[in-house]
């Protein structure tokens, strides 16, 4: 679970500072002002102002007061509605309550004149019948199932606030009116007395912005809770408790809540907000000073912004695709295609491991990226560079753009790097993080075709910045292992000499093999063209590697063009000639095709591990 507590090791998720930013935008939002009809509500403090975000996942996201005590009010109004479903059915639930939107206050007496029935559970009216038709033999029996009930939503005990329960009981008069009205319709079919302390009692329970945001949490994983994975409500019931609230849960806000933010919510005097995300997350908003329709006036704001921002608006419908992470692997166990000497390749053996590399897929939202950023986190004690290939990427939007870019910075602020690969389809991406680091970080912004991004990161773990050195002496080829001086000397004078400038071409695809080369100095690339007239790069080279073999081994074409990256130095060990050392000079032949075989096993080797990772 990632909370508040910032962890020494691991960075903390982008959306935590996105929900602290947030927190501090609204806090000087003064107007407002706490309910004081209730007595025990009054005592509610108006800077109290907490924010929490679960996934159905199980992460939790939370900041300032969101561990604060309040009492749920109205939010209970669904959860209980829910529980009476499942002990009676839809069918004689629908004869006692209706289910359309009034557009009136929460406390309004909104009754069918001819059959009393309640417009809808989540007024008081609706919410009073809702209590009466939990089942139970007594009244202990039914609040204890209430509670359980609400405690499984939650995630942990919950208890009801003695002081709280007192206060609504001895000011609720207009809701006892209510509660007689309904026996009067025989909604009720007994006496209201135990019906409406049970009402008391539900709106009275103590909760927080943690408990709010993993009850819709649960209701978004169709009724399962994501901490404890224990079942809170029935499926088939969840959506009727998620239609209820989408059009009646803010009350005569709920058009322009529907319209705005998008998603299914409820509201609770004492301050609370609770809002679902099918399929995603929860949301639980705490700050008591309410609007004139009794609704948290930064619990609204705080939606709203979270809705825009990360185009969470229901009807904003994507497409449900595969596992957002395709395949994800860190450097030991795929290298890039950038071959290396001895030397270097033995750093990396005990350093790639701090490079991660994920390949994602499908559509990019703020839930699916997410997943991506909670992997990334996770792995940020033991990583130190982090690949995001968006190669099999179908959509990406606005949020994506806003996650990617705080984790870049958040990384950042770590000595950590996070580059892309494969983002050339989505240019809005480089853009909006341009946009966002101008004015001194814009080298952040990091963006590769194909592995070169896994080369960058490799060149940053080996701390290769110029590679325009002096170039090597042949006893640094692996070519020659085994050879004495003597031998390395007798080789040497078959040797060619040749340079070649940058963008120049060493070996044309198709051309008869004659030649072998060993780069001395420089970096050179092999390219091979494609059917459809694009090249794909098989290799990169730098100085003490040998290229062309195989075509030189077998006398054969070239099956690849070769071309000079930075300015090189070549020697060319003709075929002719080592055929001819087999007359005088047999032993040495001999060392160098058994290197040549360690080369090729090796190369093999190195394929055979990358299929591996990639299947």
Same mark, same amino acid.
């Given at each position: ?47 109290s102002?907490g ?15 969101s561990?604060?005590?309040f009492?749920?009010?109205? !939010? ?5 509605? @829910? ?7 839809r ?8 289910v359309?939107?009034?557009? =009136? ?54 208890? !009801? ?16 009116? #209510?509660?007689y ?5 025989n ?27 993993i ?7 169709? @009724?399962i ?7 809170? #409500? ?23 809540? #529907? ?14 907000i ?8 929860g949301?639980?908003?705490?700050s ?11 619990? #609204? ?16 419908v994507?497409?449900p ?17 950038h ?9 990396l053996? =005990? ?32 990583? =130190? ?6 190669k099999?990427?179908?959509t ?7 996650l ?10 770590? =000595? ?19 946009r ?5 970080n ?13 080369e ?10 110029n590679?325009?050195?002096d ?14 001086a003597?031998?390395?000397?007798? !080789? ?5 000499r040749?340079?070649?400038s ?16 060993l ?6 690339s ?31 074409e ?49 394929a ?8």
């Amino acid at each position: 679970m990632i909370n508040n507590t910032a962890n020494a090791s691991a960075i903390d998720s982008p959306i935590l500072d996105y929900l602290l930013d947030l927190r501090n935008r609204f806090s000087g939002l003064d107007s407002g002002e706490v309910a004081d009809y209730i007595p025990e509500l009054a005592k509610g403090r108006s800077d109290s102002f907490g924010i929490s975000v679960a996934t159905t996942e199980g992460d939790v996201y939370e900041v300032g007061d969101s561990r604060q005590e309040f009492t749920i009010q109205s !939010i209970s109004k669904p959860f209980v509605y @829910g529980l009476a479903l499942e002990d009676n059915g839809r069918t004689d639930i629908l004869k006692k309550i209706g289910v359309e939107p009034t557009g =009136d206050a929460f406390n309004s007496i909104s009754l069918d004149p001819e059959t009393g029935q309640p417009a809808n559970p989540m007024i008081n009216a609706g919410a009073i019948a809702s209590a009466g038709q939990v089942m139970g033999h007594g009244f202990d029996k039914k609040i204890n199932r209430i509670m359980d009930m609400m405690s499984a939503y939650a995630g942990r005990p919950l208890k !009801i606030d003695e002081g709280v329960y007192q206060s609504e009981s001895e000011t609720g008069h207009r809701n006892r009116a #209510i509660g007689y009205m309904l026996r009067n319709f025989n909604i009720l079919e007994e006496d209201p007395t135990d019906t409406l302390e049970l009402y008391f009692r539900q709106c009275s329970v103590s909760v927080n912005c943690h408990d709010l945001a993993i009850m819709g949490a649960t209701l978004a994983n169709a @009724g399962i809770n994501p901490l404890t994975q224990e079942r809170a #409500i029935r499926g088939e019931y969840v959506e009727n408790v998620l239609s209820v609230m989408g059009s009646c849960g803010m009350y005569d806000y709920a058009g322009e809540w #529907i319209y705005k933010v998008g998603m299914p919510a409820k509201s609770g005097v004492a301050g609370g907000i609770v809002a679902v995300l099918p399929g995603k997350l929860g949301i639980g908003v705490f700050s008591p000073p309410l609007d004139k329709r009794g609704n948290s006036v930064r619990g #609204i704001e705080v939606c709203n912004r979270i809705s825009m921002d990360f185009n969470l608006h229901m009807f904003n419908v994507v497409q449900p695709g595969k596992s957002v992470i395709r395949r994800s692997y860190d450097g030991s166990r795929m290298t890039s295609k950038h071959m290396r000497c001895a030397s270097e390749r033995r750093r990396l053996r =005990d350093a790639a491991h701090r490079i991660c590399v994920l390949e994602v897929q499908g559509d990019l939202n703020f839930s699916t990226t997410e997943v991506v950023m909670n992997a990334i986190v996770s792995k940020s004690q033991g990583a =130190d560079y982090f690949v995001v290939d968006l190669k099999r990427v179908l959509t990406l939007d606005q949020s994506t753009c806003r996650l990617f870019c705080q984790l870049l910075l958040k990384l950042a602020d770590r =000595d950590k790097s996070l580059v892309f690969a494969n983002c050339d389809a989505y240019p809005e991406l480089g853009r909006y993080v341009r946009r966002k680091l101008k004015g001194g970080n814009e080298s952040l912004w990091l963006c590769f075709e194909d592995d070169y991004a896994l080369e960058y990161c490799e060149e940053q773990i080996l701390g290769i910045g110029n590679i325009t050195g002096d170039p090597v002496s042949l006893e640094t080829f692996e070519l020659f292992d085994g050879l004495d001086a003597d031998e390395i000397e007798v !080789i040497g004078s078959r040797l060619t000499r040749q340079k070649y400038s940058q963008g120049e071409t060493i070996i044309n695809q198709g051309e008869p093999a004659s030649q072998l080369y060993l780069l001395a100095q420089g970096q050179v690339s092999i390219k091979m063209a494609l059917p459809d007239g694009n090249t794909k790069r098989l290799a990169t080279l730098s100085q003490g590697l040998v290229f062309g073999e195989i075509a030189w081994i077998e006398r054969s074409e070239r099956s690849a063009a070769v071309t000079v990256d930075v300015d090189a130095l070549c020697y060319k060990l003709d075929i002719n000639d080592f055929d001819a050392m087999m007359v005088d000079h047999s032993p040495i032949k001999v060392k160098v095709l058994g290197n040549l075989l360690r080369l090729f096993s090796r190369n093999l080797r190195k394929a055979n591990t990358e299929i591996g990772v990639l299947s």
